[in-house]
């Protein structure tokens, strides 16, 4: 199986910040990347897709980026509704597999 | 809009049997790859499963934590997934979600998501 390894699992920050979380696989993968967002209590969130392509409907504040083994989610201004838990997600094979997941909260 | 909409999580003790159901609407069903997605209290998601179209040969894929015991099936004419879980372990305690497999034939991405439905494995 693919592991998939985020970095942090957690991070503080203040509304305005830049945010990257990055995720590493642990074979390559391609572009077969994709990123969720979290909110306590709801479903996750299709944010970005293969590695780099926004989601419709999602702020243009979200960006992806990487191939191969190393990838990066970056946040350019955190908004108040951006705290929340992100995922990576391999779709290269399955079993699909999710990273441990970035608590992303306020400073 | 594509709603899915799960049903039949609960306490069940170790050993037991449950079925969840999934309705989905504004989705054409009978086209679309399946999955459910499980997430233990406070901790991340894991897949667990996912069944193709009948178009597509309508077979399954199941993580090996689940693979044996669980087993995923589709009725097109209802809009309806299913997940029958047998010999229930204290480890599936979890946050289960039916969620749409989309995408092209290139990406793959888990587009819509169902609520949830908690199933709790506990004597």
Not at chain 1, 21 to 48: E, V
Not at chain 1, 49 to 65: D, E, K, N, R
Not at chain 2, 13 to 19: A, F, I, Y
């Amino acid at each position: 199986d693919i592991q998939m390894t985020q970095s942090p699992s957690s991070l503080s920050a203040s509304v305005g910040d830049r945010v990257t979380i990055t995720c590493r696989a642990s074979q390559s993968i391609s572009s077969y990347l994709n990123w969720y967002q979290q909110k306590p209590g709801k479903p996750p969130k299709l944010l970005i897709y293969a590695a780099s392509s926004l989601q419709s409907g999602v702020p243009s504040g979200f960006s992806g980026s990487g191939s191969g083994t190393d990838f990066t989610l970056t946040i350019s201004s955190l908004q108040p509704e951006d705290f929340a838990t992100y995922y990576c997600q391999q779709s290269y094979t399955t079993p699909w597999t999710f990273g441990q997941g970035t608590k992303v909260e306020i400073k | 809009e594509v709603q899915l909409v799960e049903s039949g999580g609960g306490l069940v003790k170790p050993g037991g049997s449950l079925r969840l159901s999934c309705a989905v609407s504004g989705f054409t069903f009978r086209n679309g790859w399946m999955s459910w997605v499980r997430q233990a209290p406070g901790k991340g998601l894991e897949w667990v499963g996912r069944i193709k179209s009948k178009t597509d040969g309508g077979t399954t894929d199941y993580a090996a934590p689940v693979k044996g015991r669980f087993t995923i099936s589709r009725d097109d004419s209802k809009n309806t997934l299913y997940l029958q879980m047998n010999s229930l372990k204290t480890e599936d305690t979890a946050v289960y979600y039916c969620v749409t497999e989309g995408g092209n034939a290139y990406y793959m991405f888990f587009d819509y998501w169902g609520q949830g439905t908690l199933v709790t494995v506990s004597s």
